[in-house]
């Protein structure tokens, strides 16, 4: 009986071959998709669920990650309630190389710098090796690897131990310890996998960079909850503030460092809600698979509409079947092996997918923060893909039941006399689905299109790219300012300016005049600006004048729009854990005084000009506000005579390199190339999104196309007994038009408001300060246009292939 | 063979109440062959369903075998009707997905037998009908005789006792139509019951006994 149904399946899926096929594929990446971002939702949900519930992690008072371990140190020191802390700086880039034969080893970005305290605090397991070895070394380093590390370089943990690996700058280190894996669901490094870590001597740690993760044990009996609750502040003296090699390179002794400190519990949400890293990844794979969830769920009505649509226009037979002896059971078992073939089919295909595509996602985020290289295993995508499988063959059967169980019901001998006409019902709602899907993922992507490249898409225009920067950072005026007036000095060269260029801190922004709802408190960002740099970027002051002192700003229109504050406001700031120019205004908590700013001038959107967000996405989201301060660090960006960006760029390198070869042009780069760069990965994110959602809406259009095939099909004879009477082509034609049109005119009426509500709110302008993609009705009229020219495209084919039928052969073979 | 004491078929809907099959009594011995006979919508087809275990009848006796079976429940029916009765519908009603041999094998399918079983009758069966050089054609290949065919050598596989033919010769040219009665008289004679529902006084000819049915109810019995 088994063969029998087996070959009533693929009989069956060949009576319908295309239908199937497009099912079958669109199911197929679908189901991929659908994968992915089931992944990241998962892992999301166990993110730190594996650690101690007494270890907390240690932020900023705004819950930056990055924490100044100085200051980390000290209020260890000063809580009763913290046991041990442990310190990651993952920074530390040098070359790596196995000390035998020279072999490199796997990219360094992946080797951490932390304290001897690791297991203690973590809770991690020591696999090989001795842990005393690794805390009362002599040597001035000492190393441990990760176990699934240290099995691919050296074939199993213990034979790790003792290896010595050499290291750029430090010399030979002796692997003492392997230690387990870093769970990949964790805030601790950011998503970044741990190879290795590294221990230094205290005074050696970190030298170069004062922050980074701090991760804090508390001790038996402390309440974590009603620890994290509590905001601390922290300072050290001038003495240990000029000592320190920090971050900013501070000379003024009236300078002090300090600032607010808090903890947070491990749970999803307040965990980690850390830099860009871990947002970025995040972002990028819900771009990637968020398509892929809507194809899904178009998919699947694909897959049960063609499913209900094969069981009852089978009734006929079903009928005959139960004649000659078939019960329920029986017509059961044929269905379901029928859903069962499809579902294995689509599984391969989905399985196919997942372990060739998988691989290209990682490579597309190669200049992200490097997590997917790891953390996006093959194997785990296709384990999940399976699971999914499993579920879509339950499912199938659930509805081939419930089909089945109907047809059984109906009285058999007027089935076997009746033929059966179109399903409308289902059909409207597939187009219904279908409209609102391809709207939803439009919308998506042009959002994502008008956030992320669009904002430097000018300085592509030919005046305007004549900026060039040096990429080299500099942390010392006295090494960028030589380069500057060289530059200067060179006929081609308008402008040589410091950009601050790194990581824009978020102040708390206490507005008091807001009328718009916001509330009293709002997150900003300092961009440092001064008439010179205004200059360049061909920014003007619309009204007012330059900020002089350091508690003067300017603010741009979308700034004024939004808070309604005009020249003579003043707004109150107060920062944290930075210092600012005037030493009384440090912020050390919750009770800090809030510094109060005068508006003395409103400057361009730099919103569009945004050079000096480098591509974070999430600076976009907040106001900026317009300083006039003495820049420490940053970039070298200069603007150039038109046509003379190659000269400009060989003087650049030259400075650096004076072997400068022509075409060597790797430490300049212009302001768009630099930009394009910092927003490679979405670069990459974004075509594997469109190409996603070109995939997405072709399958979309061949399920309407399959959907219309099977409903003319199944009235090939009523059109034949049609134009028996007299109808031509023209009028079969109008009589589906006119059916599809209404079906058309509900779907819209039910698909517009919800995708249009749903775009507002979740997708388009959803945060006060983003860029709004804007849409219109005009939007919807396409979406719509399109799809009506497809589908009557598909009605002109098929009917034009019916009406060449002889009427008479069809109503006899019907 | 068949006991039929009384039967009533009423179709009710919110509206109206039809009565298709009025107090119709009548027996069939093992090897008859009758042919039922009326204007349409007398009921001839309910009847036949009912005789063939498709339906219940709403009131009445029916027995079958002995046995009576007006109430049983459709898993039941269906158990009954396995390798008792065959059918030969008007418009053939054979699967378009499955082949000659396919469609014949159908009730041996249900019956659980074998493969190897199955295939041997059926190649007897086709030699019977001679359709062999079809076997692996698909409905849509066939012409109507050989599709009636098809469906007879469908019907008598599984060696019924009883077969029901609702007008076989419906859509069939006379040369067809010929050939069909003849295979059904041949059956006939070889011991299987034969109740046929027809239209045609010629193919009525065939049958021992004509049951007249007008208006749900029988208004003369010919035997022949």
Same mark, same amino acid.
């Given at each position: 009986?088994?063969?029998?149904?087996?070959?009533?399946?693929?009989?069956?899926?060949?009576?319908?071959?295309?239908?199937?096929?497009?099912?079958?594929?669109?199911?197929?990446?679908?189901?991929?998709? *659908?994968?992915?971002?089931?992944?990241?939702?998962?892992?999301?949900i166990?993110?730190?669920n594996?650690?101690?519930?007494?270890?907390?992690?240690?932020?900023?008072?705004?819950?930056?990650?990055?924490?100044?371990f100085?200051?980390?140190?000290?209020?260890t020191?000063?809580?009763p309630?913290?046991?041990?802390?442990?310190?990651?700086?993952?920074?530390?880039?040098?070359?790596?190389?196995?000390?035998?034969?020279?072999?490199?080893?796997?990219?360094?970005?992946?080797?951490?710098?932390?304290?001897?305290?690791?297991?203690?605090v973590?809770?991690?397991?020591?696999?090989?090796?001795?842990?005393?070895?690794?805390?009362?070394?002599?040597?001035?380093h000492?190393?441990?690897?990760?176990?699934?590390?240290?099995?691919?370089?050296?074939?199993?943990?213990?034979?790790?131990?003792?290896?010595?690996?050499?290291?750029?700058?430090?010399?030979?280190?002796?692997?003492?310890?392997?230690?387990?894996?870093?769970?990949?669901?964790?805030?601790?490094?950011?998503?970044e996998?741990?190879?290795?870590? #590294?221990?230094?001597?205290?005074?050696?740690?970190?030298?170069?960079?004062?922050?980074?993760?701090?991760?804090?044990?508390?001790?038996?009996?402390?309440?974590?909850?009603?620890?994290?609750?509590?905001?601390y502040?922290?300072w050290?003296?001038?003495?240990?503030?000029?000592?320190?090699?920090?971050?900013?390179?501070?000379k003024?002794?009236?300078?002090?460092?300090?600032?607010?400190?808090?903890?947070?519990?491990?749970?999803?949400?307040?965990?980690?809600?850390?830099?860009?890293?871990?947002?970025? *990844?995040?972002?990028?794979?819900l771009?990637?698979?968020?398509?892929?969830?809507?194809?899904?769920?178009?998919?699947?009505?694909?897959?049960?509409?063609?499913?209900?649509?094969?069981?009852?226009?089978?009734?006929r037979?079903?009928?005959?079947?139960?004649?000659?002896?078939?019960?329920t059971?029986? #017509?059961?078992r044929?269905?379901?092996?029928?859903?069962?073939?499809?579902?294995?089919?689509?599984?391969?295909?989905?399985?196919?997918?997942?372990?060739?595509?998988?691989?290209?996602?990682?490579?597309?985020?190669?200049?992200g923060?490097?997590?997917?290289? *790891?953390?996006?295993?093959?194997?785990?995508?296709?384990?999940?893909?399976?699971?999914?499988?499993?579920?879509?063959?339950?499912?199938?059967?659930?509805?081939?039941?419930?089909?089945?169980?109907?047809?059984?019901?109906?009285?058999?001998?007027?089935?076997?006399?009746?033929?059966?006409?179109?399903?409308?019902?289902?059909?409207?709602?597939?187009?219904?689905?279908?409209?609102?899907? !391809?709207?939803?993922?439009?919308?998506?992507?042009?959002?994502?299109?008008?956030?992320?490249?669009?904002?430097?898409?000018?300085?592509?225009?030919?005046?305007k790219?004549?900026?060039?920067?040096?990429?080299?950072?500099?942390?010392?005026?006295?090494?960028?300012d030589?380069?500057?007036?060289?530059?200067?000095?060179?006929?081609?060269?308008?402008?040589?300016?410091?950009?601050?260029?790194?990581?824009?801190?978020?102040?708390?922004?206490?507005?008091?005049?807001?009328?718009?709802?916001?509330?009293?408190?709002?997150?900003?960002?300092?961009?440092?600006?001064?008439?010179?740099?205004?200059?360049?970027?061909?920014?003007?002051?619309?009204?007012?004048?330059?900020?002089?002192?350091?508690?003067e700003?300017?603010?741009?229109?979308?700034?004024?729009?939004?808070?309604?504050?005009?020249?003579?406001?003043?707004?109150?700031?107060?920062?944290?854990?930075?210092?600012?120019?005037?030493?009384?205004?440090?912020?050390?908590?919750?009770?800090?005084a809030?510094?109060?700013?005068?508006?003395?001038?409103?400057?361009?959107?730099?919103?569009?000009?945004?050079?000096?967000?480098?591509?974070?996405?999430?600076? !976009?989201?907040?106001?900026?506000?317009?300083?006039?301060?003495?820049?420490?660090?940053?970039?070298?960006?200069?603007?150039?005579?038109?046509?003379?960006?190659?000269?400009?760029?060989?003087?650049?390198?030259?400075?650096?390199?004076?072997?400068?070869?022509?075409?060597?042009?790797? #430490?300049?780069?212009?302001?768009?190339?630099? #930009?394009?760069?910092?927003?490679?990965?979405?670069?990459?994110?974004?075509?594997?999104?469109?190409?996603?959602?070109? !995939?997405?809406? !072709?399958?979309?259009?061949l399920?309407?196309?399959?959907?219309?095939?099977?409903?003319?099909?199944?009235?090939?004879?009523?059109?034949?007994?049609?134009?028996?009477?007299?109808?031509?082509?023209?009028?079969?034609?109008?009589?589906?038009?006119?059916?599809?049109?209404?079906?058309?005119?509900?779907?819209?009426?039910?698909?517009?408001?919800?995708?249009?509500?749903?775009?507002?709110?979740?997708?388009?302008?959803?945060?006060?300060?983003?860029?709004?993609?804007?849409?219109?009705?005009?939007?919807?009229?396409?979406?719509?246009?399109?799809?009506?020219?497809?589908?009557?495209?598909?009605?002109?084919?098929?009917?034009?292939?019916?009406?060449?039928?002889?009427?008479?052969?069809?109503?006899?073979?019907? | 063979?068949?006991?039929?004491?009384?039967?009533?078929?009423?179709?009710?809907?919110?509206?109206?109440e039809?009565?298709?099959?009025?107090?119709?009594?009548?027996?069939?011995?093992?090897?008859?062959?009758?042919?039922?006979?009326?204007?349409?919508?007398?009921?001839? +087809?309910?009847?036949?369903?009912?005789?063939?275990?498709?339906?219940?009848?709403?009131?009445?006796?029916?027995?079958?075998?002995?046995?009576?079976?007006?109430?049983?429940?459709?898993?039941?029916?269906?158990?009954?009707?396995?390798?008792?009765?065959?059918?030969?519908?008007?418009?053939?009603?054979?699967?378009?997905?499955?082949?000659?041999?396919?469609?014949?094998?159908?009730?041996?399918?249900?019956?659980?037998?074998?493969?190897?079983?199955?295939?041997?009758?059926?190649?007897?069966?086709?030699?019977?009908?001679?359709?062999?050089?079809?076997?692996k054609?698909?409905?849509?290949?066939?012409?109507?005789?050989?599709?009636?065919?098809?469906?007879?050598?469908?019907?008598?596989?599984?060696?019924?006792?009883?077969?029901?033919?609702?007008?076989?010769?419906?859509?069939?040219?006379?040369?067809?139509?010929?050939?069909?009665?003849?295979?059904?008289?041949?059956?006939?004679?070889?011991?299987?019951?034969?109740?046929?529902?027809?239209? +045609?006084?010629?193919?009525? +000819?065939?049958?021992?006994?004509?049951?007249?049915?007008?208006?749900? +109810?029988?208004?003369?019995?010919?035997?022949l």
């Amino acid at each position: 009986m088994f063969l029998h149904y087996l070959k009533m399946a693929f009989r069956s899926l060949g009576k319908y071959r295309m239908q199937n096929l497009i099912s079958i594929v669109s199911l197929a990446v679908a189901l991929f998709c *659908f994968s992915i971002n089931m992944y990241l939702s998962r892992f999301m949900i166990q993110v730190d669920n594996w650690l101690d519930d007494r270890v907390v992690f240690m932020t900023d008072v705004n819950g930056g990650s990055s924490v100044n371990f100085d200051l980390a140190k000290e209020i260890t020191a000063q809580r009763p309630e913290i046991e041990a802390l442990v310190r990651f700086n993952p920074y530390v880039r040098s070359s790596w190389k196995k000390a035998d034969d020279k072999s490199s080893i796997a990219n360094t970005d992946y080797f951490i710098h932390t304290d001897t305290t690791l297991l203690d605090v973590l809770g991690l397991k020591l696999i090989a090796g001795n842990w005393k070895s690794v805390c009362n070394t002599n040597a001035k380093h000492c190393l441990a690897l990760s176990e699934s590390f240290a099995r691919k370089q050296y074939g199993s943990a213990d034979a790790a131990v003792g290896q010595e690996i050499l290291i750029e700058e430090l010399g030979v280190v002796t692997v003492q310890a392997v230690v387990q894996d870093l769970p990949f669901a964790n805030s601790i490094m950011n998503f970044e996998y741990a190879a290795g870590w #590294m221990f230094s001597k205290d005074e050696e740690f970190l030298s170069g960079r004062r922050l980074g993760y701090v991760w804090v044990k508390l001790k038996e009996g402390i309440d974590s909850e009603t620890f994290c609750n509590t905001p601390y502040s922290v300072w050290l003296d001038d003495e240990r503030a000029i000592s320190s090699d920090s971050y900013w390179n501070l000379k003024d002794k009236d300078i002090n460092i300090g600032g607010g400190i808090k903890f947070t519990t491990r749970s999803p949400g307040k965990t980690g809600k850390s830099d860009m890293g871990f947002w970025k *990844f995040s972002l990028s794979l819900l771009l990637v698979s968020l398509p892929g969830i809507l194809i899904l769920i178009v998919a699947l009505f694909n897959y049960f509409h063609l499913l209900v649509n094969s069981i009852l226009s089978n009734r006929r037979e079903y009928a005959l079947r139960r004649v000659h002896g078939a019960n329920t059971a029986d #017509m059961w078992r044929m269905v379901s092996t029928q859903i069962v073939v499809v579902t294995i089919l689509t599984g391969f295909l989905s399985l196919f997918i997942a372990r060739y595509v998988t691989p290209m996602i990682r490579v597309a985020d190669s200049q992200g923060p490097g997590v997917t290289q *790891f953390f996006m295993d093959t194997n785990v995508i296709i384990k999940h893909t399976l699971e999914y499988i499993v579920l879509l063959v339950a499912a199938g059967l659930l509805i081939a039941w419930i089909a089945v169980t109907r047809v059984r019901r109906a009285d058999i001998s007027g089935t076997l006399k009746r033929s059966y006409g179109g399903r409308n019902f289902m059909l409207g709602v597939q187009l219904t689905v279908a409209q609102l899907m !391809i709207t939803l993922l439009v919308a998506l992507l042009l959002k994502m299109r008008s956030n992320l490249t669009e904002p430097y898409s000018w300085l592509s225009k030919e005046d305007k790219t004549c900026i060039i920067t040096d990429r080299i950072r500099y942390d010392d005026r006295s090494m960028m300012d030589p380069e500057i007036s060289y530059l200067k000095s060179l006929p081609y060269i308008t402008h040589a300016v410091c950009m601050y260029n790194e990581h824009l801190e978020g102040s708390t922004l206490n507005t008091e005049f807001n009328t718009l709802g916001y509330s009293n408190e709002t997150d900003c960002y300092r961009t440092f600006i001064d008439a010179e740099k205004m200059d360049m970027l061909g920014v003007r002051i619309r009204e007012g004048r330059m900020p002089v002192r350091s508690t003067e700003i300017m603010v741009d229109d979308q700034f004024t729009e939004r808070f309604r504050l005009d020249i003579g406001d003043t707004l109150k700031v107060r920062d944290f854990m930075r210092n600012y120019p005037d030493a009384d205004y440090i912020f050390t908590g919750d009770e800090t005084a809030w510094v109060p700013l005068v508006i003395v001038g409103h400057i361009d959107n730099l919103l569009d000009k945004s050079i000096l967000t480098t591509g974070y996405y999430s600076s !976009i989201q907040h106001p900026s506000i317009y300083c006039n301060w003495k820049v420490l660090s940053g970039f070298v960006v200069v603007r150039c005579l038109p046509g003379y960006q190659k000269e400009a760029k060989e003087a650049i390198a030259r400075y650096h390199n004076p072997d400068f070869n022509e075409g060597d042009y790797h #430490m300049a780069m212009s302001l768009y190339d630099y #930009m394009d760069q910092n927003n490679s990965i979405w670069h990459s994110i974004g075509f594997i999104a469109w190409t996603v959602a070109i !995939i997405a809406f !072709i399958i979309t259009l061949l399920g309407i196309y399959s959907a219309i095939s099977i409903d003319t099909t199944r009235r090939r004879r009523e059109m034949a007994v049609r134009k028996i009477n007299g109808a031509r082509k023209r009028n079969i034609t109008m009589l589906f038009a006119n059916l599809y049109v209404k079906l058309f005119i509900i779907s819209s009426v039910i698909s517009i408001p919800i995708s249009a509500f749903l775009i507002k709110v979740a997708i388009l302008n959803n945060r006060p300060f983003e860029k709004g993609a804007g849409y219109a009705i005009l939007f919807y009229l396409f979406i719509l246009l399109i799809m009506v020219v497809f589908v009557s495209l598909t009605i002109g084919f098929k009917i034009g292939r019916i009406s060449r039928e002889n009427p008479a052969d069809v109503v006899k073979s019907e | 063979m068949i006991e039929v004491n009384n039967l009533q078929k009423i179709f009710r809907t919110e509206e109206v109440e039809t009565w298709a099959l009025n107090d119709v009594s009548f027996n069939v011995a093992d090897g008859e062959f009758v042919a039922i006979m009326g204007p349409s919508g007398c009921g001839k +087809s309910t009847l036949l369903n009912i005789l063939g275990l498709l339906d219940n009848p709403t009131k009445g006796s029916y027995k079958l075998q002995g046995v009576e079976v007006a109430d049983l429940d459709e898993n039941h029916r269906t158990d009954l009707r396995k390798g008792v009765i065959g059918f030969v519908f008007q418009s053939f009603n054979l699967i378009d997905e499955l082949n000659v041999r396919e469609n014949i094998e159908l009730p041996l399918l249900y019956m659980g037998v074998p493969a190897k079983e199955r295939r041997r009758r059926a190649e007897e069966v086709m030699e019977r009908m001679n359709i062999s050089h079809r076997e692996k054609h698909f409905p849509n290949q066939l012409s109507g005789g050989q599709q009636q065919r098809v469906a007879i050598a469908r019907a008598v596989i599984a060696g019924p006792k009883l077969i029901l033919a609702d007008e076989p010769t419906g859509n069939l040219d006379s040369v067809n139509g010929q050939e069909v009665m003849n295979l059904l008289k041949e059956l006939n004679q070889q011991g299987t019951t034969i109740v046929m529902v027809t239209h +045609s006084r010629h193919d009525a +000819s065939y049958a021992n006994r004509i049951i007249n049915l007008f208006d749900g +109810s029988i208004v003369k019995e010919l035997p022949l």
